[in-house]
């Protein structure tokens, strides 16, 4: 794996409307993620955070389709420049967020540098939804729906080209809350999913055996976007979606191992930690081992 890292905070919470997720790369970098890194043997540039525009918070409220978008496009394509200029320079991304919404500028400066960029999608939720389909109107519920090139051409064509990912390049790993819509799309583009059942059926090992080798054979980078709701409750709860019946940790850690034994992953983003709604700083905490892991930590 790159030895260079730029981390790229987000302190963005405009995809939802739960507060306090804008603290989340704060959260992660006082759990010590700087130093965890230092001591693997990486070089590290924060970057800090990306500047995130301020919103008349009544209007938040109100039931639009698509909530904040204008500041959520705002926002996505600073942090495709930001991302797209670290990659240039040959660093590694690493990008802490704030809402899974911020997906959507990540994959839009990863994908720029790829013909054939695959996706592992770490979460309870397929974020499949477009303003069609999404019950509340939350970004932070369609950025890989976005990514596909579906949805409002203000995020699809987001830093001048549509399709970010194709649909056969993508794996989805621990789903457990799927709208009707996302199911329904899941099934007319062939995307690959490992539900929470399949995880249960198969075990842990399988299940990233079969995602490494799925994605290995037909792409040129990899990103991992792991969103902390794909934790079980119990070992993440400062999230603001959680869904129980989750991943373990212990099984976070073995698929952060397995993936960095395959040397697959070129960028990741950790999201959705909420301090706020944690118990004294737990998931960033959480966050930040599983980051241990995936840059080469060992137990031994």
Known sequence: MNKNISIIGVPMD??????????????????????????LNYEIEDLGDIEIGQVDRRLIQQNHRLRNLKEVAGASEK???????????KQFPLVFGGDHSIAIGTLA?????????GVIWYDAHGDLNTSDTSPSGNIH??????????GDPTLTGLYGYKQKVRPENIVIIGARSLDD?????????????????????????????????????????????LDLDGLDPHDAPGVGTPVLGGISYRESHLAMEMLEEAKIITSAEFVEVNPILDDRNKTASVAVALMGSLFGEKLL
């Open 141 to 150: 519920g369609m950025p890989l729906a976005v990514s596909l090139g579906l």
């Open 181 to 225: 819509g996302e199911k329904k799309l899941i099934k007319e583009l062939g995307i690959k999913v490992y539900t929470m059942h399949e995880i249960d059926r198969l075990g842990m090992t399988r299940v990233m055996e079969e995602s490494i080798a799925y994605l290995k054979e037909k792409t040129d980078g990899v990103h991992l976007s």
């Open 14 to 39: 405009l995809g939802q409307l739960r507060r306090g997720v804008d603290m989340g790369p704060s959260a992660i970098r006082y759990a010590g993620i700087v130093e965890r890194l230092e001591d």
């Open 109 to 117: 400066g990863v994908a720029k540098h790829y013909n054939h960029l």
């Open 79 to 89: 942090l495709a420049k930001a991302v797209d200029d670290a990659i240039i320079r």
